[in-house]
């Protein structure tokens, strides 16, 4: 059974920074793209960053240039970290796993609230 296990939320002032981790296990299909979205309160889910296979990243607009989207792939696990953080950064953020045969599969989420 597939599991991911996110990591790495919390509270923090802006201009700070936090590392989000999520690592995939329980299964034997191959990974391909990884990536994490993010949902505020009365928002849609958003795409923030991707990566695939060979290292090739996607960020949406407004997180460029702050936040990094990583992947080590012997240990099945995505990172993203996030610096100089705002109050609109503030949402539940979920890895996102695609694979080769089946998914994608969602993280259970993980809350990031960053204060004014």
């Known amino acids: 059974q597939v599991q991911l296990v996110e990591s790495g939320g919390g509270l923090v002032q802006a201009g700070g920074s936090l590392r989000l981790s999520c690592a995939v296990s329980?299964?034997?299909?191959?990974?391909?793209?990884m990536g994490w979205y993010r949902q505020a309160p009365g928002k849609q889910r958003e795409l923030v960053a991707d990566?695939?296979?060979?290292?090739?990243?996607d960020y949406a607009d407004s997180v460029k240039g702050r936040f990094t989207i990583s992947r080590d792939n012997a240990k099945n696990t995505v990172y993203l970290q996030m610096n100089s953080l705002k109050p609109d950064d503030t949402a539940v953020y979920y890895c996102?796993?695609?694979?080769?045969?089946?998914?994608?599969?969602w993280g259970q989420g993980t809350q990031v609230t960053v204060s004014s």
């Open positions: 996102n796993i695609k694979f080769t045969m089946i998914g994608p599969y």
């Open positions: 329980g299964t034997i299909f191959s990974i391909n793209t």
């Open positions: 990566i695939s296979t060979r290292g090739t990243t």
